[in-house]
């Protein structure tokens, strides 16, 4: 029987096919799925270092601010941006500052929070803005005062929320 180039083309694809499946049968042990208890366990930027197939790991919230406004609850969650000492007292600081807004400054507010970010060991505030939402970052060492101020600071400036920037 004399082959044509048709014949030969469909040995080599399944040639080829066999030893793929041979070479993916033959890749060791399957992989180990991620164990980590508690998925949850994360701060910005970092990945699980638990070096296993199927990580689902995500962000841990270590804290919410809850603004009851007239649209109804919203929920700011707190997470940690570093290796943050305290992020009990921080978490404690930032609702505490939040909670004690005027009226005004919450409806100025409202909604245009994405989250809070703890950093270690300063008392600096920041912003930037994604998603046309502020995000804030503290410096864990920031007083509730100085947390409170600069959210009064944030509202004053929902104008740069419009840019995107
Ligand atoms: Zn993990
Ligand atoms: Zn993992």
């Not at 305290?86 to 929070?113: E, P, Q, S």
Request: aromatic share 6%; net charge negative.
């Amino acid at each position: 029987m004399k082959l044509n180039g048709n014949v030969v083309l469909l040995i080599i694809l399944m040639m080829t096919a066999l030893l793929l499946f041979t070479m993916c049968d033959n890749g060791g042990p399957a992989p180990e799925n991620c164990d980590c208890a508690d998925k949850g366990h994360l701060g910005i930027g970092e990945t699980c270092n638990c070096g296993k197939a199927n990580c689902t790991c995500t962000l841990k919230v270590y804290g919410e601010v809850v603004d009851n406004g007239s649209l109804g609850e919203i929920k700011i969650p707190i997470y940690r941006q570093g290796e943050v000492t305290d992020m009990a007292t921080a978490v404690a600081k930032v609702i505490d500052a939040y909670g004690g807004l005027d009226d005004a400054t919450r409806g100025a507010l409202y909604g245009k929070i994405q989250e809070v970010r703890i950093i270690p060991g300063v008392t600096t505030a920041s912003r930037s803005v994604e998603n046309g939402k502020f995000i804030i970052v503290f410096g864990e060492e920031r007083s509730m005062n100085g947390m409170r101020q600069y959210f009064n600071q944030a509202a004053d400036n929902v104008d740069e929320l419009a840019g995107g920037a």
